[in-house]
């Protein structure tokens, strides 16, 4: 059956630099196996399909796909999919548009050129146990002292997140992903004061799921933005680099109102047309 499709570059400071989801917008009648199958042969970090939404308070469903197994939520699939089905001719019912997914619903806004999701609550908070810690910390090639923090900040994904001294020290990470097994780690670090200068750098590995390293992840920045902003270590309004390490350049824009905290960024529709499935 002939489906109406989109890969789509989320998070992008420039023409494909950012991370593509691939967008199944008429995914009604799809198996989970085909959804699976599909998944593996697009290859990418996810891929997500488009259906007809179960809550009457939401626009549409979303199920979102790794290589290696199905997400209850992930960040720039959230973006990447709202893009593609407003290009298909969705129209949001009220002031956000609003996606069921895995975690419940989702509410996602226009920020000027932007589209921006309201970061969900984190269901795992608090520091990470020390023997995990150390484990991480040895898995990734560091020693304790470069690791300021480490903290719990699931959102649906299971992430594990290592605040280091500095965003240098996060480029210079080179992971043994096998030793990281099936955890799901981010890593964050601070860059210096600068008027042109992201305030942090961040990267996010993932080898259980099938994804050594995802180029930009809009779930470990909101569970970032939310730990940060509790703590007190991240101001209201920045934006924070990822992706430099594959060589992409990945920005994603952080806005805290008070009483939601978005994660934004710019999505561009690169491949349109259709698939079969």
């Known amino acids: 059956m002939s489906r109406r499709f989109a890969q789509v570059d989320v998070f992008a400071s420039e023409p494909i630099s950012g991370n593509p989801v691939a ?29 007809p939404a179960t809550d009457p308070a939401a626009d549409y469903r979303l199920r979102i796909w790794t290589p290696g197994g199905e997400l209850p939520f992930a960040g720039h699939p959230t973006l990447g999919s709202a893009s ?8 949001a019912a009220g002031e956000h548009i609003v996606q069921e997914c895995g975690i419940g619903l989702v509410r996602i806004r226009r920020d000027g050129a932007r589209l921006a999701f309201a970061a969900p609550p984190l269901t795992r908070t608090g520091p990470v146990e020390d023997a995990t810690r ?8 560091l020693h304790g002292e470069q690791v300021l923090d480490a903290e719990w900040v699931v959102n649906g994904p299971q992430w594990m997140a290592l605040r280091l001294d500095s965003a240098q020290r996060v480029l ?19 860059y210096p004061d600068g008027p042109d200068t992201p305030a942090f750098e961040v990267r996010a590995f993932a080898p259980g799921v099938g994804v ?66």
């Open 134 to 141: 150390a484990e991480v910390i040895a898995a990734i090639g």
């Open 212 to 277: 050594n390293e995802d180029p930009v992840t809009g779930s470990l920045n909101a569970g970032l933005a939310v730990w940060l902003r509790r703590a007190g270590l991240a101001p209201d309004s920045y934006v924070a680099a990822q992706g430099s390490a594959l060589r992409r350049a990945g920005r994603i824009h952080v806005l805290d109102d008070g009483a939601d905290i978005w994660i934004g960024g710019l999505s561009a529709t690169v491949i349109a047309g259709t698939v079969e499935l």
């Open 84 to 91: 593609a089905w407003l290009q298909a001719g969705g129209t």
């Open 23 to 51: 967008v199944v917008v008429d995914a009604d009648g799809i198996t989970d196996e085909q959804m699976a199958a599909f998944a593996r042969w697009t290859n990418l970090s996810e891929t997500t399909f488009v259906l």
């Open 172 to 190: 210079d990470v080179r992971p043994d992903f096998a030793a990281l097994g099936d955890r799901e780690v981010g890593l964050v670090g601070a």
